[in-house]
């Protein structure tokens, strides 16, 4: 597994934790990433994208929201919701990731972590995403 891949998963199970965390994001963050990830080579782009999932949270689940139909953010399942922000960061903040590189990402961690239908769920949203954004 490349390094890239390999910090986009512990992003979104540190993402994932911190959803069913009563107290600080942040500190369920950083308590995950001092347990669990156990390759150094991970930690500079696993802190890009959960700081920066976490710094614009409210832009992009705005992003996710507008184009989200018949699903509001808080009930999609916590896996489909965290690869789509995770996306929807790197397709918005981050000019060295191609949106296709992305979008392929996002959906090949909803499909490993979610349901059969994370895929085509994750890739609807974040095609749509990826449009508005040229």
């Known amino acids: 597994m490349g ?3 390999g910090a986009r998963e512990l992003a979104l ?11 600080d994001r942040h500190e369920a963050v950083a308590l995950f990433r001092e347990h669990f ?12 994208l959960t700081e ?3 710094t ?3 832009e ?9 139909k018949n699903w509001k953010v808080y009930r999609m399942s916590s896996v489909d919701r965290n690869a789509l922000r995770v996306g929807v960061f790197e397709i918005l903040f981050l000019d060295d ?8 990402e996002a959906i090949e961690i909803g499909k490993h972590f ?10 609807g949203i974040l095609d749509a995403i990826s449009a508005d954004n040229k």
């Not at 992009?60 to 989200?68: F, G």
């Not at 979610?114 to 890739?123: K, L, M, V, Y």
Request: glycine share 6%; no cysteine; charged share 20%.
């Open 114 to 123: 979610g349901t059969a239908e994370s895929g085509a769920f994750i890739n």
């Open 3 to 5: 390094v890239r891949r």
């Open 60 to 68: 992009i689940d705005a992003t996710i929201a507008n184009r989200s």
């Open 37 to 48: 990830i156990t390759r150094e080579a991970f930690l500079p782009f696993f802190d890009t």
């Open 52 to 54: 920066g999932v976490m």
């Open 13 to 23: 199970q540190a993402l994932f934790f911190a959803d069913i965390q009563t107290n």
């Open 97 to 104: 990731v191609p949106d296709k590189v992305a979008i392929n």
């Open 56 to 58: 614009h949270r409210e």
